[in-house]
């Protein structure tokens, strides 16, 4: 009932996830489990309700969302293989949840 699963893909890349995402259900895996969450701090607002200022540029929302995708654990290889064989990339970003400071500090050190 309960199997466990393992992340295959994790990164700010809504694109590839939904590629990815679409590519497994296709192909049949049973059990995938995909989302989205957001991560990123919220800059405090002036008008105290909680809207974060980065989002209301010229250029509308940014999507800072990070997405997942995981796998049965005994499907991990296989649908690592099938990502691969159709030109897609898996890539677990473990520092997808990091602020942009805090990954400058790390270079830098």
Known sequence: MFEKKVTIFKKKDSATWKQIKDLLKNE??????AGHYFADPVAAGG???KLDPRSFGAGGR?????????????????ALSVIHDNGL????DEKAAMDAA???RLKTQ
């Open 28 to 33: 049949g895996f049973k059990g995938v489990r």
């Open 47 to 49: 008008c105290g309700a």
């Open 62 to 78: 940014i999507d800072r969302d990070i997405y997942f995708i995981e796998v049965k654990e005994q499907d991990r290889d296989r």
């Open 89 to 92: 990339v898996a890539e677990v």
């Open 102 to 104: 805090e990954k400058v």
